[in-house]
């Protein structure tokens, strides 16, 4: 999870309001945990480029840029020690800990103007398309396009991202992981736009 790529081009919504209050809550996870901070970042950078690549309009794309740069604000009210594990190596009780950050991170926005509408993103981030997923197991288009964005970046950055330093895979084995995980875990479509915006072409072409 420690990242030690720098995002390339992160920049704050232009409403002056939303930038400051997202740069408030990025400010939080630095001081609380510095790769969780970096890799909000590294998330919106990679949803946005799936939002534009699958032909959404820019207020849109902007919407959802903002929501993966907050999706893990909920994590500020979760122990350190659950977050420097990964989730398939927690306790149950630990994990009954962790899942609570969707929906803290969704109450942490409430009555901030400009913000209803990412609020049911960030709730949603780790539904899953097959219905398996937290916190209210929606399945398919029921969860929120954002979220279902979100999903895959937030996997690929946490996970399987080679740019990471405790990472376990090369690109072409986090290809695989992701097509196998295409119809499961996550939106085809998403996967596909995924792969086309962010994942370098000549590593696509080698894996036809």
């Known amino acids: ?5 720098i995002p390339q081009f992160l920049d704050f919504p232009d409403d002056g309001q939303t930038s400051e209050i997202c740069e408030f809550f990025l400010k939080m996870l630095q001081h609380k945990n510095k790769a969780l901070y970096m890799h909000s970042q590294q998330v919106a ?3 946005a480029s799936i939002a534009a690549k699958l ?3 820019p207020a849109e794309v902007s919407c959802i840029k903002t929501a993966a740069l907050l999706h893990d604000i909920g994590s500020l009210s979760v122990p350190n020690m659950i977050l420097m594990k990964a989730p398939p190596y927690l306790s149950t009780r630990e994990m009954s800990i962790y899942k609570r950050h969707c929906q803290a991170g969704a109450s942490m926005l409430e009555n901030i ?4 509408h990412i609020i049911p993103i960030i709730h949603a981030h780790h539904e899953k398309w097959d219905g398996t ?10 969860i929120p396009l954002g979220a279902r964005i979100i999903s895959v970046a937030d996997h690929y950055d946490k996970f399987i991202n080679p740019c990471t330093q405790q990472w376990q895979k090369t690109h ?3 290809i695989i992981e992701l097509q196998n995980k295409a119809g499961l875990d ?6 596909k736009a995924f ?3 962010v994942i370098p072409s000549k590593i696509i072409k080698q894996k036809k």
């Open 1 to 5: 999870m420690f990242m030690i790529a």
């Open 113 to 116: 103007q400009g913000f209803s």
């Open 45 to 47: 950078n990679y949803a």
């Open 133 to 142: 997923g937290y916190p209210k197991r929606l399945k398919g288009v029921n």
């Open 172 to 174: 072409s084995e986090a």
């Open 195 to 197: 792969m086309q915006s």
């Open 186 to 191: 996550f939106d085809p479509n998403v996967v």
């Open 55 to 57: 032909g959404l309009p």
